[in-house]
């Protein structure tokens, strides 16, 4: 009996075992008849084995699919789903502070205003110095310089600083970054020039390395359609149709001839155009060309939206209205990166409405992988999947007229049979004395 038990399990583990090394069909929760639609994916020509290849969603993808995309599914033409990797390239930013001790602060009249930053110890990788200052409206050149001994110096970098400050609407902008290479020298030394401006006023320094990666984005087209003014508010309204819900989109940026502006303006969304609800409260467009400061930010950032339609309220108080000429609609470029073999073909399933985010073992390996440049798969045109079964909702929602008429029946029905009830019951009793 031990011994058939031991063989029971043996073959019972041998057989799970088989079960997890076997390619398998593709996984419980994919079923043709549950995905309305799929592209064909069109590989690279040139693709060795399990090689990595990206793929960008396209518009029709991201309108066909469900919210954030999470009901893709590739398959390959043996029925085998295709793990892959879902990466929205929204950039990275870290910034490492490093500890600085300034001296030998000083103004040459006419040139330039002067510090040195002691890192404290050589070996310390650096690539940006900040300093800090009450100084308002300024637009100067910063230059940097390097050395390991603090005796030889080598310039690092040069480029503008500046603080722009309108008391009367509130409005500050400031640069007072200086990146360069990196570099382990313990010293650095910083001249802001004088331009006839008199001397500078430091009040304190911080050295940074900063590691940064730039977000990759994609422009959606959208068409601009005027609503006119807003008296009320004050505001010029401006609608942005993107042609279908979907489009995942973070920024907008508008294109103005007009100069010396400031505008503070909100951002609204809406799927119908008739019920609007706020994305991005508070934001600024400006542009500037005076002789204390030049600069310009038309654009502006807001919490991801995938709705078809913004309205951009342009809040010009009692000012003229600007000349909009467009608008552009970015959002964040999202890409697939899945291992394909050249001479397979492989499709990619979306349009289900009950599908989940899938977890595959390519979400924790992926660090790990070389994916910058990768050759890039194309999407054939939408198409319909013939196998595709639509679910049909409950009776009580394809029939809403039902449950209520079945009840006012079944009340119907018992109070007659009430009745009838307490007619028979007087029958039954004895007549009442005289």
Do not use: C
């Amino acid at each position: 009996m031990r011994n058939r038990r031991h063989l029971l399990a043996w073959i019972l583990g041998t057989a799970a075992l088989a079960a997890l090394l076997t390619p398998s069909p593709a996984w419980a929760d994919f079923s043709l008849r549950d995905w309305r639609y799929y592209k064909t994916i069109i590989l690279p020509g040139s693709l060795g084995r399990d090689a990595l290849v990206e793929l960008a969603p396209d518009q029709q993808l991201f309108t066909g699919a469900a919210p954030d995309l999470v009901d893709l599914r590739i398959i390959a033409s043996n029925d085998v789903e295709v793990p892959y990797k879902l990466e929205v390239s929204r950039g990275e930013r870290q910034r490492t502070a490093l500890s600085v001790s300034l001296r030998d602060m000083g103004y040459v009249p006419g040139r330039y205003t002067t510090f040195n930053a002691d890192l404290g110890q050589a070996g310390l990788l650096h690539n940006q110095i900040e300093f800090q200052t009450l100084t308002r409206s300024f637009f100067r050149t910063a230059t940097v310089e390097s050395s390991a001994d603090g005796a030889t110096w080598a310039k690092v970098a040069e480029q503008p600083v500046y603080d722009f400050t309108d008391r009367e609407s509130g409005f500050t902008t400031r640069y007072t970054g200086i990146r360069y290479g990196e570099t382990t020298a313990r010293h650095l030394r910083v001249r802001i020039s004088d331009d006839g401006e008199g001397p500078f006023d430091i009040t304190g320094a911080s050295v940074f390395y900063l590691k940064e990666t730039a977000a990759r984005e994609v422009s959606w087209p959208a068409s601009l359609a005027p609503t006119g003014r807003d008296t009320e508010r004050r505001a010029t309204l401006l609608e942005l149709d993107l042609g279908a819900p979907g489009l995942p989109t973070h920024r907008v940026a508008v294109a103005v001839p007009d100069v010396n502006f400031y505008r503070e303006v909100t951002l609204e969304a809406s799927a119908n155009r008739r019920e609007w609800r706020m994305i991005q409260a508070r934001a600024s467009i400006y542009a500037y060309d005076t002789p204390k400061f030049v600069g310009k930010s038309l654009g502006f950032t807001y919490p991801e939206s995938t709705e078809r339609y913004l309205r951009l309220v342009i809040h010009d108080e009692d000012n003229l209205p600007l000349q909009v000429q467009g608008v552009e609609v970015w959002g964040f470029q999202r890409r697939l990166v899945f291992a394909g073999n050249l001479g397979e073909s492989y499709r990619l399933y979306y349009g289900s409405a009950e599908a989940r985010r899938p977890s595959y073992d390519i979400e924790r390996v992926f660090p790990y992988l070389t994916t910058d440049a990768l050759p890039r798969a194309g999407l054939d045109p939408q198409a319909l999947n013939p196998s595709f079964m639509e679910k049909k909702p409950p009776v009580s929602e394809r029939l809403p007229w039902l449950l209520p008429t079945a009840v006012a029946v079944a009340a119907i029905f018992v109070a007659l049979l009430l009745l009838a009830v307490v007619r028979n019951a007087k029958k039954l009793l004895p007549p009442p004395p005289p």
